[in-house]
């Protein structure tokens, strides 16, 4: 939020509404406290997104499905962003009880980096979200043309593609 906070919301939103920006996450701005951006954000037609964590209680995702606008971002797994550890099992448990509670789209991301996790994720959520894997690839390959490193891209996204489709 810093930036954002700097820039001014107004100055902000309006910078996004010409960029043509569809929705906004703010992962340190939560909805308690996004009263007065959320309210510049809908009326610039602007989604904001909101996090839900593995430990997000049935009120808490109400009180989120409530502010949020375009979909929810159900962070998969405790922890960091790219992390490994992921429980499907218990993903889709609680993708199930999120989706129980709103009529938002879910979008999963962390722990997200090979295809055949990001097809199985594809099965109980309406996104998947492979941030860190991409970062990851385009930082092994840093050495590397960049035409070398979009093509990796290219096959990595194509790969996990594929894969959610099959």
């Known amino acids: 939020m810093n930036p954002i906070e700097c820039m001014g919301y107004e100055t902000f939103v309006a910078q996004a509404q010409v960029a043509g920006v569809?929705?906004?996450?703010?992962?340190d701005m939560p909805p308690e406290e996004a009263k007065e951006f959320a309210a510049l954000l809908d009326k610039a037609g602007i989604d904001p997104i909101f996090l839900l964590?593995?430990?997000s209680t049935?009120?808490?995702i109400n009180k989120v499905s409530v502010v949020a606008r375009g979909f929810l971002y159900y962070v998969s797994l405790k922890g960091v962003t790219g992390a490994s550890n992921l429980d499907l099992t218990d993903v889709t448990r609680k993708?199930?009880?999120i989706g129980a509670l709103?009529?938002?789209?879910?979008?999963?991301g962390f722990g997200?980096?090979?295809?055949?996790?990001a097809a199985?994720?594809?099965k109980v959520a309406n996104a998947v979200v492979v941030g860190s894997a991409l970062i990851k690839l385009i930082e092994s390959g840093l050495?590397?043309?960049?035409?070398?490193i979009r093509e990796e891209i290219i096959q990595m996204l194509t790969t996990m593609r594929v894969a959610m489709d099959s």
């Open 102 to 108: 709103t009529n938002l789209p879910i979008a999963v």
């Open 143 to 148: 050495d590397q043309p960049a035409d070398a």
């Open 22 to 27: 569809d929705g906004i996450l703010t992962v």
């Open 58 to 60: 049935q009120e808490r």
């Open 120 to 122: 199985s994720l594809s």
């Open 112 to 117: 997200v980096s090979t295809a055949e996790t």
């Open 95 to 97: 993708i199930q009880q």
């Open 53 to 55: 964590a593995p430990n």
